[in-house]
């Protein structure tokens, strides 16, 4: 089954105390790309990757790091994680063509 | 990509047709019209696409206007199951990845 697959879907932590959320996809897609949604602002890119070692920023890229070593995984880490980047946070693969983006379940974010 | 405009929200009942318009007034010849939907807060979920023509899969057609300036999805037998955010989004396939979410249509469907 086609599927991107995030980890965790939920995480409370402490400001300052690094963080990796995981994502990985299964289709041999070359796009990968992070999104937060927070209320009334709707979905917001942060990073994006275009393949292996290709990655690049997105709307809101500040406070967030990714790598690409590997086609199917697409880490986003937080080094020193604030209370603003509590989220609900999207990643998403998608082929070369872009005829459609697939979206893991999410990961919801808390920092106290 | 274009600017999307949609309705906040809009309401069905259920086993009829759910018409959900989008404008897109700016759009380029080459950006294509996706649809996606959120339900509650999982993923998006894509639902249809398309460039001039109109589509059709299992899910939804899509009616695109000849000036290619506004489209409509259509779910021709809305069920409970669909209420959820729409979201109408203009993108150039073959370059990076970057969907622009609008906040969409919130389609409420019920009895």
């Known amino acids: 089954e086609a599927q991107v697959t995030q980890n965790p879907r939920y995480l409370i932590t402490v400001t300052g105390k690094k963080l990796t959320v995981t994502c990985s996809q299964n289709m041999n897609h070359e796009y990968m790309s992070w999104y937060r949604q927070d209320p009334g602002l709707g979905l917001r890119q942060i990073y994006y990757?275009?393949?292996?070692?290709?990655?690049d920023k997105g709307d809101v890229p500040e406070g967030y790091k990714v790598s690409r070593k590997e086609k199917r995984n697409f880490p986003l880490i937080l080094e020193s994680p604030s209370p603003n980047q509590t989220s609900l946070y999207f990643c998403?693969?998608?082929?070369?063509?872009?005829?459609?983006?697939?979206f893991g379940q999410g990961t919801r974010l808390t920092v106290v | 990509d274009a600017k999307t405009t949609q309705p906040p929200s809009m309401d069905c009942a259920e086993g009829r047709a759910a018409n959900l318009p989008c404008n897109h007034s700016?759009?380029?010849?080459?950006?294509?019209v996706y649809w996606y939907r959120q339900i509650h807060s999982q993923g998006p979920q894509y639902i249809i696409h398309g460039l001039k023509n109109n589509e059709t899969n299992e899910m939804a057609s899509l009616i695109i206007t000849e000036d290619r300036k506004s489209s409509t999805l259509i779910l021709p037998h809305a069920t409970l199951r669909d209420t959820a955010v729409y979201y109408c989004i203009t993108f150039r396939t073959g370059t990076a990845s970057k969907l622009t979410f609008g906040t969409g249509t919130r389609l409420q469907v019920t009895l």
């Open positions: 998403a693969s998608s082929g070369r063509m872009n005829t459609e983006a697939f």
């Open positions: 990757s275009m393949n292996v070692e290709v990655t």
């Open positions: 700016t759009i380029s010849g080459n950006e294509y």
